[in-house]
């Protein structure tokens, strides 16, 4: 072994699990430590906003490449593979994993919102100081277990990532042509959207449909299917199924798992349809998935 596989070798590397962002869809996490490079892409269902406090790293997104140097922020989509490939030896990083429910609060252009929910990652450089020791509050205040303080952490740094808008920023890849799902909505619009939000990650593990949906927003089906692809360019039976994938790939890091039973406890109704929906977004088996994670941690 040469000096270089040794150093792999020793390296601790990021492992999802079920106490992880993968398995709380309703989790907001924030978190202010040093990254750990990730062996495989991962997806979660929460928007995640990084901010580079010291060294740099090198994200590998669904469809394109972006790397951050201190003082750096972005903000993406989750809910698309991604992967933290590389990082510095003095990297340390803050930021937090927001709920869809939270993204809809932030008042965006409306062809960024669009943008970032079909895969585009948003870069900023325009931070200073004041976010360095903002983001170590939020994080502070987050963990306290004061509610009353954890929820002036969210409106705080939702109002900061609201600056983004006023501040030179470039979005990653940069050529999309808009269409009608960058469409801004009103307020009730975006309060419907929230409801079902809600109503999916605490249901997403039972049998549900867009009937059950729509009526926790109190809206008609066809109308909930509408408002929700125009605002996250997913179905509601897409994104159903990635939070059950989430979760999915969680179970799925046990070295004792068994594949049918994860695709049953993580809602999926038969193991055909779990196979179905893993691989379109993983791009491999369940099966694949534990035995490769299997040999990342032997």
């Keep these: 072994m040469n000096l270089a596989e040794s150093k792999v070798a ?5 492992q999802p699990g079920a106490s992880s962002v993968e398995g709380l869809p309703l989790a907001l996490q ?6 750990l490079v990730m062996l495989k892409p991962h997806w979660h269902a929460q928007v995640e906003v990084n901010f580079i406090v010291d060294g740099h790293v090198h994200y590998r997104m669904n469809d394109h490449d972006i790397s951050l140097s201190a003082g750096d922020m972005c903000l993406f989509w989750g809910g698309l593979p991604h992967q933290l490939v590389d990082a510095s030896d003095t990297v340390f990083y803050a930021g937090a994993h927001l ?3 939270h993204f809809f609060r932030l008042h965006l252009p409306a062809d960024v919102r669009h943008r970032l929910m079909t895969g585009a990652t948003l870069v900023t450089s325009a931070t200073d100081d004041s976010d360095r020791h903002n983001f170590e509050r939020w994080f502070r205040y987050g963990r306290s277990g004061d509610p009353a303080k954890a929820q ?3 409106d705080e740094l939702v109002l900061r990532l609201e600056r983004v808008r006023f501040e030179p ?5 940069e050529v999309q042509t808009l269409d009608a799902a960058a469409s801004p909505f009103d307020q009730q619009s ?13 249901n997403f593990l039972y049998e549900i449909d867009s009937v059950d949906i729509a009526a926790a ?3 008609h089906p066809k109308y909930a299917m509408s408002l929700f692809r125009k605002s996250t360019g997913m179905t509601l039976n897409e994104y159903v199924n990635l939070l059950r994938l989430s979760y999915a790939q969680a179970l799925l890091m046990d070295q004792d798992a068994n594949v049918l039973r994860v695709a049953m406890e993580s809602g999926f109704g038969s193991l055909s349809a779990f196979n179905k929906a893993f691989r379109k977004l993983a791009g491999m088996s369940p099966s694949d998935f534990k035995k490769s994670s299997a040999k990342s941690t032997a």
């Design 10 to 14: 020793e390296r601790a590397f990021y």
């Design 30 to 35: 924030m978190f202010h430590n040093r990254p």
């Design 99 to 101: 709920p869809l429910v």
């Design 152 to 154: 002036h952490a969210v």
């Design 169 to 173: 920023y470039r979005l990653v890849p």
């Design 190 to 202: 975006s309060r419907n959207v929230g409801r079902m939000c809600d109503f999916i990650a605490e």
């Design 217 to 219: 927003a109190d809206i």
